[in-house]
């Protein structure tokens, strides 16, 4: 494990969980030592909440060695990569990796934003080099998204997955674009929310509440975005829209304003919402002639649509995009509101927005009007899920 910060500390403890003899690496001694203690500090965590014995404790830390030299890497058969989300750092530490690791082991990064395929490529061995990206906190979120490049040997990424399942994970696959599966469809969602609220349509209270009420969310998309972070939030949009070009992509206007005014959400007390005062100021006057009715609806929509689009892209499985968004994002399965709501249903309400909006995004995607054609649209469905 190279890089032992928040991510990489999490990904050791997993390992060594499991029974994986681990080396954890960090570039100097203090990162080294602060890796161990995010180690220990869990682990004691999960000692006092029950869920694990002082000698399973003792025995997962005997597991571990730490330490600065790359050198170790020449009998590692895994090569997790988590350090700091920089790609001149990313390249330096994988062409380190190139130079230590056995020519059979596999070489991954966990990065969330950058090119993967980048990144392989800047190696002497492509083929080996894939993505598995884990959630945060990683010894508890089960979700991995495992990516491949044009240049990855298939036979990597089925040892990954099993990798990853002996670990008692549920890993998903999908391909190399910006945000993979569950920040894209999260994060496209967000910011159509946002653009939502701009348009002056709906209060934020009122747009928090019909996606929690109506549409069964955990959180209103404002207050999520607040929590994730304005600056993280922007940051994903600006490499989904540099790679898509979708202007649904682009981060809403309303976004950057409360980028440029630092207002970066809870972690600086303001965002969408004022966390410091009773008195919160909502950044957009409140609305004087929309009733907000059918907003809900029609997010949810588009986020099915957008669902159903990375299917027809072959980009991800039904099953992978279901599990993805209720693990990652305890958001409901799309493709289980789709069956409940029905591809025909849907297909109309996509038309709707389309028609309106004449965003070519917004489009109806192919497979949804291929499942609303069917001649039975359920089975159809069923179908493709149970593939
Ligand atoms: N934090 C999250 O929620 C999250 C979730 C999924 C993926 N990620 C990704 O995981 C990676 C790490 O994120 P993080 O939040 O753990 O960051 P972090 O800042 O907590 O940790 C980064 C670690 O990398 C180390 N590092 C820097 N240069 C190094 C080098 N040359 N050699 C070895 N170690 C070096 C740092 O000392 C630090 O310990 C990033 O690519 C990020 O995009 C983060």
């Keep these: 494990m190279i890089g032992l910060g928040t991510m990489g500390a999490g990904i050791v403890e997993v390992l060594a969980k499991a029974g994986h003899r681990v080396f954890g690496i960090d570039y100097d001694d ?5 890796g161990r203690e995010r180690l220990e500090t869990s682990l004691d965590r999960a000692v006092q909440k029950g869920k694990l014995n002082p000698d399973e404790r003792q025995a997962v830390v005997s ?31 994988f062409a380190e990796i190139d130079a230590h690791a ?15 395929t980048s990144i392989a490529a800047g190696t002497t061995r492509p083929d080996r080099v894939i993505g598995i990206h884990f959630f945060n906190p990683a010894p508890v979120q089960p979700l991995v998204e495992v990516i491949d490049t044009v240049l990855t040997d298939p036979a990597v990424i ?15 696959r999908c391909g190399d674009r910006a945000g993979f599966i569950v920040n894209s469809l999260l994060v496209g969602y967000l910011n159509a929310a946002v653009r939502t609220y701009a348009d002056g349509r709906i209060s934020r209270e009122q747009l928090d509440a019909a996606m929690v009420e109506e549409a069964g969310y955990p959180m209103g998309p404002l207050a999520l975005l607040d929590m994730i972070g304005i600056d993280v939030g922007h940051a994903v949009l600006v490499r989904m829209y540099d790679e898509t070009k979708d202007r649904r992509h682009a981060p809403a206007p309303l976004l950057t304003q409360l980028l440029e005014a630092g207002l970066l959400g809870r972690k600086t007390g303001r965002g969408f919402y004022d966390y410091r005062s009773e008195e919160s100021v909502a950044p957009v006057r409140t ?29 991800a499985t039904p099953d992978d995009i279901d599990a993805g968004m209720s693990l990652g994002c305890r958001m409901p399965k799309p493709f289980e509101v789709l069956a409940a709501r029905g591809p025909r249903a849907v297909l109309d309400r996509q038309r709707a927005i389309f028609e309106r909006t004449a965003e070519p995004g917004d489009r109806p995607s192919a497979l949804l009007e291929a499942l609303a054609d069917a001649a039975e649209p359920q089975a159809a469905l069923e179908l493709l899920r149970s593939r």
């Design 30 to 34: 203090r990162a080294v030592a602060g």
């Design 63 to 93: 597991r571990v060695s730490f330490g600065t030299d790359k050198a170790v890497l020449t009998g590692a058969s895994v090569i997790i990569e988590a350090v700091s989300e920089k790609p001149e750092l990313k390249q330096a530490v």
């Design 102 to 116: 056995p020519a059979d082991a596999i070489l991954a990064t966990n990065t969330s934003s950058l090119s993967i």
């Design 158 to 172: 089925d040892r990954a997955m099993s990798f990853l399942q002996e670990l008692g994970k549920r890993p998903i």
């Design 287 to 315: 609305p004087q002639w929309a009733s907000g009715e059918g907003i809900a609806e029609e997010l949810v929509t588009d986020y099915l649509n957008d669902a159903v689009r990375m299917v027809e892209t072959n980009y």
